[in-house]
């Protein structure tokens, strides 16, 4: 019997379960940028960090912006490397060896040249700049999801880059239709 190959979540949502016992991660809706069988990588897209603003990030590292950027929202994309910057956004935009192409819709850039692209105008359609990301280990969010820990959905622009960052949470369950007001945060096995 030939084994089966292991699914894995690229480019797709995961959203925090009721009760997932990880408060940092509490109706969180996480991007996952890359998923393999030696782990995962994702970011948050429902928590801004209300007190850092791009514009204020771009003056920080002396990037002068020539368009206006105020509706650009800064995300805390996760628990791991705070410091470190990624812009999750549209494919229609790549830097040569430092893109990630995660589907054919989405990519993600964690240099200082996409930062620089925007300021001027030239960077992508859609973009979410998160400070930090999400991680797991071999197995482990594997574990967490047959634990009743998250739930998967495909990936939406609108969701994904949506200014509604609380409802995020709702709207992507909803893609999957369940009502978040039916959820317990006890599981079950069957």
Known sequence: MESERPRFLDGQLLIAMPGMGD???????????????????????????????????????KIPATIDLAETRVHFGGPVEHGRGFVLHTADYSVEEASMQVSDVFAMTATIDILKDMARGAGPREALLALGYSGWGPGQLEAEIQANGWLTAPAALGLVFGPDDPGKWSAALRSISIDPRLLSAEGGRA
């Open 23 to 61: 408060l940092r991660f509490e109706r969180s809706v996480i991007f996952l940028c890359a998923h393999s069988a030696e782990g995962a990588m994702g970011l948050i897209v429902n928590k801004p960090a209300p007190e850092l603003s791009f514009v204020d990030l771009l003056a920080q590292l």
